[in-house]
């Protein structure tokens, strides 16, 4: 009886660990379930990754300048849900970058442009300056790019309004999160 059992039990084992298990796929071939788990795996998003928005400026182009010389381009725009290890919302980080074109004919004025004077209006009626920024000298008919203009938003508030300054103007451009 003894022998019987212990022939069994390997018949079992040798039997169970030799037939792999296969899934068929849509064009007929037959794949391990391993490799098919792995696909599956690849293809699911990081369920850790931190909210992204959609921002958007209007008007995303503007003059700046008593002579409108400054053509201001507002362009690679996003926002990050920021949050702490526990999960709770500390706001949103707001990043864009800067096409600014000096529209003085060529022997005409340099223009410095300055990041640090913008103002972010806030739907609670708040205004925040800038976390991270840039200026430029920019020459006549010619384009700098100033890049990593940051703005740290506080938890339970929205962008409404970016408020720019150059040379004694000011333009407000809509700013809408999606």
Request: glycine letters at 6%; charged letters at 25%.
């Amino acid at each position: 009886m003894k022998k019987t059992f212990i022939t069994i039990a390997t018949v079992s084992t040798i039997t169970l660990f030799s037939c792999k298990d296969k899934t068929k796929q849509a064009d007929g071939e037959t794949k391990p379930a391993a490799e098919q788990t792995t696909s599956n795996a690849e293809t699911t998003p990081a369920t850790n990754e931190p909210k992204t928005y959609k921002v958007t400026f209007a008007p995303d182009t503007v003059y700046l300048g008593k002579n409108k010389e400054a053509f201001v381009k507002i362009k690679n725009a996003k926002a990050v849900a920021l949050q702490n290890p526990d999960g709770k919302s500390e706001g949103t980080e707001l990043t864009f970058d800067l096409d600014v074109t000096n529209k003085n004919a060529v022997g005409g004025n340099n223009l410095f442009f300055r990041t640090d004077n913008f103002r972010l209006q806030l739907d609670n009626g708040n205004s925040i300056t800038e976390h991270n920024g840039n200026s430029s000298g920019v020459d006549a008919e010619s384009t700098k790019e100033l890049t990593g203009i940051t703005y740290k938003i506080p938890a339970d508030a929205k962008p409404k309004t970016l408020n720019l300054f150059h040379d004694g103007t000011r333009v407000s451009v809509a700013v809408t999160l999606e």
